[in-house]
């Protein structure tokens, strides 16, 4: 008989098999997954389950295979009408290379690796960020640039708060121009609110408002379209004592005098039209770049030069790295994961087109807008602005919405601005038939010959280094790609076991949707009536994350962790001010929590009061019941990790809630550890008001090397009037955007409609459970070798461990860093380092690994270990041993060798079975990169001697 569950995709997510997961609970010491679940989850908090299957959770159904999930997709993608999308506003159709297509969005190479923390094992993907980097500085000419941001609206919220922390002016006030995106203005205000910021709007082009000002917003071109050279606006600002930042199109860049020429203090957009597809939204890289006075204010991260231990040249990530474990509540932002994966596609987009090729399609496409204007000046048409580079703004009065319908009926979607303008928006696809539509929409039939004149003013050259001139055939970027992914180890060469990070399997059947068109040819501001199958998907997602998570509404529309923190830290503050409750600003932190936590309560205008750990590393109850009776007039919320931050269930979880509630607080539970609880415990059920969910660790969208990521926040019923809304798309009601689009990164929703609708009820409880069993399974055999840090009840761990290495590094001198970086030369990923405890390593295996790969990392530690106490036993010198050697390259071998271990214990410690990886690079001296900060590929001159 053919056992149906042989078949089931849940079998092929979850590594290990029945016989394996037999082991891995006898070594845990339970019989069961059940047991498990009774013995680790506090019972408090514990969902029944009947069959495997966990209240609340049938509304998940059966479980679809592979085949059947991607065919029902399929229809969905087929109910959307991927029309020529002319509506513009910061999102083109755009030609990616197939070559790209394929080797970076398609390929686990890339999309698979984690944010490039462990350099020495990342060279790859640093170096398109570099590339990014370059490309960024030198289309906007600025000196630096980071190595992408969320969206472009959030790029233009942080270029403000930017502009405030490096403005001289104590002005509350801030000048934004009255021609930006109208989703770029909605951020724009959302986020001065609670900062206290008071936003001016003005019409630049009529000169800056009176009074004091600490900075202005422009943008080129215009919401409009119109192009206005701000160099005046730029002068007058500086004269006043204000910082200038402007948003800027890369492509019109290659055309236009670029903002850095102009004076301009900061330049951002999106890099979405080079090469990323529209994908209804999301996800897109944008871009933030400084002058290099202002680089220790730029958010985000940081890609830099550096040199490693041979002396050679290496990457790694510049200054602010991790910044918000550090800072905290002071950090420059609270961005986390961004959008790694895009900024690699825009870069490489760069690269293959190298400038003459994107001068030339920057031509056509202004060559179409123009022969456009021609067009309806010949009909009579009203052309509102002469200098307009992709976008034409007509004026019809009375008639704007007829001739949108007109163009309807042709298959273009035009922007209807108001009853008397129509927006029209060329971009790369755009051809002679689409340009001839829209005329005819217009009710033009004359035909129109133009030789457009070549378009704008810059003479500064851009994208000369050889990054951008070496790859042009297929061939050389195909082999460039393959050799950037052979230097990283991604998870389809390794387990990464990253606490925090839950870097679980990526399935293929969950990644093919993304490039379908029916998703990735949509425009986010697309009529409604063209995206049912797209909004189906968003739809059926909502209900099943309200199923999952206990919560009464879910908004997708936040595009990472950090952002859905800030949503929900904001939808806490509208609802305290909706009850008149001003006053209510204190943010309870624990101190274990991520650093994103503080960041986001002080951009949601919340003051962060720190509350104590205990020993065990719980929450110290007293402590928290301590703050609340100080603060409990002023308490606005707390912010707890559930499980924990350190690994654990707190069994008090209960309790704290309470304490706070009774205060009139609200309880936020930050969801990023969810895969400890999906199918087990619902946190909308055992006290949370709001918590984010993190689809990019708990709900299989892979990391792509630092993003993109989604962070829906999942809601109680009294704070869904809160939930973010957006100013294009009024259906979702609420309050401010936090994201350009309405529904955030909607594009990749899809991986995780797949995963849930493959799994079933049954299959996510039992990957939950797995998760678990895995996590105790390391925690019980590693104990004796490094210390687990905490356990809770039971002595039982949540789904990842923190190994304490500090006491040996007491004893022997040997870090943490350099067992991370051993772990290279064993062939693994490091897990997470020094957080959320400095000297321990936090180990979170997923459901994902089977017990083979869990138990070769096992052994790699054992062995690490031996390695340890050779050096404690003074066999070894502390200065020179295998692990502060680590990484070692196949380079270091042929060069003269006098130290005091053999070459193969150098880079063949576990043997010659498990297949070898070769960091490109030497132990990276991270001090040495910020003390000579060099963030984009050095110019051409320092190639020619
Ligand atoms: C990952 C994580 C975050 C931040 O999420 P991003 O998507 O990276 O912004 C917040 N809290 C915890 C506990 C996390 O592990």
Known sequence: MIDARSHSFADRHVGPDEGELARILDVVGVASLDELATKAVPASILDPAVGGVAAGLDALGEPLSEHEALAALTQLAGRNTTAVSMIGL???????????????????????????????????????????????????????????????????????????????????RFVIDTDLFPQTRAIVVTRAEPLGIEIVEADLTQGLPDGDFFGVLAQVPGASGRVVDHAATIAAAHDRGALVAVGADLLALTLLTPPGELGADACFGTTQRFGVPMGFGGPHAGYLAVHTKHARQLPGRLVGLSVDADGDKAYRLALQTREQHIRREKATSNICTAQVLLAVVAAMYASYHGAEGLTAIAQRVHGHAERLAAGLRAAGVDVVHENFFDTVLAKVPGRAADVVERAKAWNVNLRLVDADHVGIACDEATTDAHVDSVLAAFGSTATVECTPAPFGNRTSAFLQHESFTKYRTETAMLRYLRALSDKDIALDRSMIPLGSCTMKLNATAEMEPITWPGFSKLHPFAPVADAPGMLQVISDLQDWLVAITGYDAVSLQPNAGSQGEYAGLLAIRNYHLSRGDDHRTVCLIPSSAHGTNAASAVMAGMRVVVVACRENGDVDVDDLRAKVAEHAAELSAIMITYPSTHGVYE???????????????????????????????????????????????????????????????????????????????????????????????????????????????????????????????????????????????????????????????????????????????????????????????????????????????????????????????????????????????????????????????????????????????????????????????????????
């Open 90 to 172: 910061g999102y083109y159709d755009t030609l990616t290379p197939p070559v790209l297509v394929r080797n970076i969005l398609e390929n686990p190479a890339w999309y698979t690796a984690y944010t490039p923390y462990q350099p020495e094992i990342s060279q790859g993907r640093l170096e398109a960020l570099l590339n990014f980097q370059t490309m960024i500085a030198d289309l906007t000419g600025m000196e630096i640039a980071n190595s992408s941001m969320l969206d472009e609206g959030t790029a233009a919220a942080e270029a403000m708060t930017l502009l405030r922390r490096a403005s001289r002016s104590k002005s509350p």
């Open 651 to 945: 069994h008090e979880v209960g309790e704290i809630c309470a304490a706070v509630h009774d205060a009139g607080g609200q309880v936020y539970v930050d969801g990023a550890n969810l895969n400890a609880l999906v199918g087990l415990a619902r946190p909308g059920r055992f006290g949370g008001d709001v918590s984010h969910l993190n689809l990019h660790k708990t709900f299989c969208i892979p990391h792509g090397g630092g993003g993109p990521g989604v962070g829906p926040i999942g809601v109680r019923s009294h704070l869904v009037p809160f939930l973010p809304g957006h100013p294009m798309a009024p259906e979702l009601g609420g309050s401010g955007p936090v994201s350009a689009a309405p529904y955030g990164s909607a594009s990749i929703l899809p991986i995780t409609w797949t995963y849930i609708a493959m799994m079933g009820a049954r299959g996510l409880r039992h990957a939950s459970l797995t998760a678990i069993a895995s996590a105790n399974y390391i925690a019980r055999r590693l104990d004796e070798y490094f210390p687990v840090l905490y356990t809770g009840e039971n002595g039982m761990v949540a789904h990842e461990c923190i190994l304490d290495l500090r006491p040996l590094t007491k004893e022997t001198g040997v870090t943490v860093d350099d067992v991370a970086k051993r772990l290279a030369d064993y062939g693994f990923h490091a897990p997470t380092m020094s957080f959320p405890v400095s000297g321990t390593l936090m180990v979170e295996p997923t459901e994902s690994e089977n017990l083979d790969e869990i138990d070769r990392f096992i052994d790699a530690m054992i062995a690490i270990r031996g390695e340890i106490d050779r050096v404690g036993a003074g066999e070894w010198p502390v200065d020179d041993n295998p692990l502060r050697g680590a990484p070692h390259t196949a380079r270091c071998l042929v060069a003269e060798w006098n130290h005091p271990y053999s070459r193969e214990i150098a880079v063949y410690p576990a043997g010659l079975d498990r297949p070898k990886v070769w960091p490109s690079v030497r132990r990276i001296d991270g001090a040495h990169g910020d003390r000579n900060l060099v963030c984009s590929c050095p110019p051409i001159e320092a190639f020619t001697s």
